[in-house]
């Protein structure tokens, strides 16, 4: 490949990682990938996307650097094993979901190792990461943005600019989470309370299809439920991780989140019963758990 063309170290190759260093691979970019189990990133390896054995290797001649890990000290730790071998000024792109706490520390400790830091979660699962059609949700430096957006382009269909100050990314991000938690406990315990009633759990979503309340979340994961499958699109173990954070939030903000509260405990009642790696639509299984 040319030379010029930029190097870009993706730390985490997990649901979201992986397609987003293939994306940034078929862009052209030339792309080296990191993962804690080095199975995980050697299996995407080819062409202009190279697995590293360690995260000084993958940083080391990277001018931009995405994190996709699954939560705010797996990020710092990372980070912290590539000090003394980033690029000076280099672009650091947070896209993992770390919750305001992390997110002020992380934009500290890039602060400390002179990379230029953008708070960037993304909304969507396995299959928009795979399509390229992630929504991100940034926050960072207007001046350089425009440097940072093909990258973005090249793993989302839209990017929300949200502030120019690390953190308000992060919040928004919690914000939608809690949203698509309660759309997946909702459908989920009412499918449930059908089949517990004697009635076919398809017909509830025969009555919603084509009205108001249907959408293609909807259809997506009642078809999941309906067919037993729970093939992972976003865990009940990061779900649960997740729902902790918005917990937290909703603590600092001052803001009752009763049914986040409930959620939360749903998740981990899921989580208890060894489906941890099941998609969250596994909701549905904690319906008959004892309480």
């Avoid at 672009?91 to 706490?101: A, E, M, P, Y």
């Amino acid at each position: 490949m040319n030379s010029t063309i930029p190097t870009v170290a993706v730390l985490g190759t997990g649901l979201i990682g992986a397609p987003v260093a293939r994306n940034l691979a078929n862009k052209g970019f030339k792309v080296k990938v990191w993962n804690r189990t080095a199975a995980k990133a050697q299996a995407i390896e080819q062409g202009n996307l190279q697995a590293c054995a360690s995260v000084a290797e993958a940083v080391s001649d990277a001018s931009y650097i995405l994190t996709v890990l699954k939560d705010g000290d797996s990020v710092a730790s990372a980070m912290e094993a590539g000090s003394g071998h980033f690029q000076p000024g280099a672009k650091w792109l947070q896209l993992s979901t770390v919750g305001i706490d992390a997110s002020v520390r992380l934009a500290s400790l890039a602060r400390q190792r002179q990379l230029v830091y953008f708070d960037a979660p993304v909304q969507g699962t396995r299959q928009p990461a795979e399509q390229g059609q992630l929504i991100i949700l940034a926050a960072g430096p207007q001046a350089e943005r425009e440097s940072v957006q093909p990258l973005f382009d090249a793993i989302g269909k839209r990017t929300l600019w949200v502030d120019n100050e690390p953190g308000q990314a992060s919040r928004l991000k919690l914000a939608l989470n809690n949203w698509a938690f309660a759309l997946t406990h909702g459908l989920a315990e009412s499918l449930a309370l059908a089949k517990g009633l004697g009635v076919d759990p398809a017909l509830v979503v025969n009555v919603v299809s084509n009205g108001p309340m249907d959408c293609a979340y909807f259809q997506l994961k009642s078809a999941a439920i309906l067919a037993d499958n729970y093939t992972p699109s976003f865990t009940v173990a990061n779900a649960v991780k997740d729902g902790k954070l918005i917990i937290e939030a909703a603590r600092q903000a001052g803001v009752q989140a009763n049914v986040a509260a409930a959620g939360l405990e749903r998740f981990e009642r899921a989580l208890a019963a060894g489906h941890g790696d099941k998609d969250m639509a596994a909701s549905f299984l904690a319906s008959d758990l004892p309480v």
